[in-house]
């Protein structure tokens, strides 16, 4: 990994020590060979300690940030995989680094921070942003939202009119993926063949579309 940026960029090696050093967090090596595979593919690492579970990855461009929704459906997986204790204690960080003097995507950073669906998001920017990460925070009380409120609050957002063309043509998308993706959600885990197929086949029409 990279050291962290002069100037205050940041890399996930910044964020992996804090995990590690300051909260006792340790990397989760799955069993499931085709878990491993598309966490590798889309360079997602996953961490727990004993209270709450944490997926990173580090962004270097808009045009993969864009490409969000795509890890949130591989985070859904994750979620099926963990125990049962860390599925409404489990946070996504999307550690931004581009390299830039100043990067700043402001609708998408809201429109991701804003689903709550599967997980608990955060754009990360900066070592402030860290400080809205619940469990990275020493105020563990400030920030938190209950996880039975979830899905209304998803709800809530994913049928918010959007502020602009260019976010309008995400949100549609984002939507789109999130639809179909959830209709399968609640299958009977004999059923998840089935879900798997229809994922893959999104993932196919959609990404590369988004990424290019």
């Known amino acids: 990994m990279n050291e962290e940026k002069v100037g205050g960029f940041m890399n996930s090696n910044t964020v992996l020590q804090r995990l590690t050093n300051n909260y006792g967090y340790s990397e989760i ?3 499931d060979a085709d ?3 598309r966490l590798r593919e889309r360079n997602l690492e996953v961490w727990k300690n004993d209270k709450r579970c944490m997926v990173t990855k580090e962004y270097t461009s808009e045009a993969q940030l864009k490409s969000w929704f ?3 459906i591989i985070i859904s997986f994750v979620y099926d995989s963990i125990p049962a204790k860390y599925r409404n204690n489990l946070y996504f960080l999307l550690i931004i680094n581009t390299g830039m003097k100043k990067y700043s995507v402001p609708t998408l950073n809201m429109e991701i921070e804003k689903d709550y669906r599967v997980c608990r998001k955060y754009v990360i920017e900066s070592l402030e942003d860290l400080k809205r990460v619940p469990s990275l925070n020493d105020n563990f009380g400030q920030g938190i939202i209950d996880p039975l409120n979830f899905d209304k609050e998803f709800i809530v957002n994913l049928n918010k009119e959007p502020d602009n063309e260019e976010e309008g043509r995400l949100s549609t998308r984002v939507r789109e993926i999130v639809d179909v993706y959830f209709k ?7 059923n998840k ?3 798997i197929k229809v994922i893959n086949q999104i993932l196919t029409s959609e990404v590369c579309q988004v990424e290019n």
């Open 29 to 31: 090596i799955f069993e």
């Open 35 to 37: 878990l491993i595979t």
């Open 70 to 72: 795509v890890d949130q």
């Open 184 to 190: 399968f959600y609640d299958m009977p885990r004999e």
């Open 193 to 195: 063949e089935e879900q």
